[in-house]
């Protein structure tokens, strides 16, 4: 039985996240790995699995939040659906692929590659740079190539993608808020992928006593998405009342205090 300090703390780490998520568009990865390694080190779990075991819930409890936030962009028409089509294959390809890559690295060299991946996100939104637009969308192949690439890098670091997608298609001359809502409905793909590939390639770690499937914590999961689902709209709502380039650059400074505070507590 699960002890009622554990309910509650996935239940606030899915409120926070979803909440972010609604405020900033910005997905919850990179809070959720760093966190969840902490509580599972709390919970005695491994330090030799613990990273995966972040990384596979996070993907998994992205899921959920990718589902309504692609109805929400789709509603509104902002969604290029011949892109979400031709990226789609290589989305899942380079996001499973990956999973079989990051179980057989050790979670300090994991921790490392999503601590400095993060900075430097954290960075580009501290700065709030963006991209300039270069060239249109040349074709199925070339969605093919960047959709592995997403896909592959998104499932690493547990991530939905819109770090990558959006610049990318903002590069190749798509508008803005379409790029946004089509790097919404790619998250799904790569999530489930990403998912898929986390249980599948832990699955010699499973415990149905403990819940864990693959490299994936169900509990944490249901109440992560739970949470989340209940408090993006809240965050949706405030965004428009609030200075939001001023709380990028708070909430960029925190995701760089949880990954080193990720990388040191799992280097220990």
């Given amino acids: 039985m699960l002890e009622i300090w554990w309910l509650l703390s996935f239940l606030l780490l899915g409120s926070f996240v979803g909440f972010m998520a609604g405020l900033l568009g910005i997905g919850g990865g990179g809070i959720m790995v760093p966190a ?104 199925n192949r070339e969605l093919l ?24 298609l903002i590069r190749r001359n798509v508008d803005i808020k379409k790029a946004i809502g089509t790097s919404a409905a790619i998250g799904l793909p790569i999530s489930i992928a990403g998912a898929s590939g986390y249980i599948i390639n832990g699955w010699k770690s499973s415990s149905t006593d403990s819940y864990t499937f693959g490299f994936v914590y169900l509990p944490a999961v249901l109440l992560i998405s739970a949470a ?13 009342k609030l200075n939001t380039p001023i709380l990028k650059k708070i909430f960029s400074i925190l995701l760089i205090i949880l990954s080193i505070k990720m990388l040191i507590s799992i280097s220990c």
Avoid: C, D
């Avoid at 819930?57 to 962009?73: E, K, Y």
């Avoid at 989340?228 to 428009?240: D, E, V």
């Fill in 36 to 139: 969840l390694t902490s509580l599972f080190l709390l919970q005695g779990i491994p330090s030799e699995n613990v990273v995966h075991l972040a990384l596979g819930t996070s993907m998994a409890s992205i899921i959920a939040t990718s589902i309504s936030s692609l109805r929400a962009h789709h509603s509104m028409e902002g969604v290029i659906w011949k892109v979400v089509k031709g990226m789609t294959l290589g989305i899942i390809a380079g996001a499973f692929i990956a999973t079989f890559l990051a179980s057989r690295i050790s979670s300090v060299y994991l921790a490392l590659f999503f601590s400095i991946f993060m900075i430097y996100v954290s960075i580009q939104m501290f700065l709030n740079k963006r991209p300039k637009p270069s060239r249109g969308l040349t074709g």
């Fill in 145 to 168: 190539i960047a959709g592995s690439g997403i896909g592959a890098i998104s499932a690493l670091v547990s991530i939905g993608g819109g770090t990558l997608t959006v610049p990318y």
């Fill in 228 to 240: 989340g689902f209940f408090t993006a709209p809240y965050g949706a709502k405030l965004a428009y």
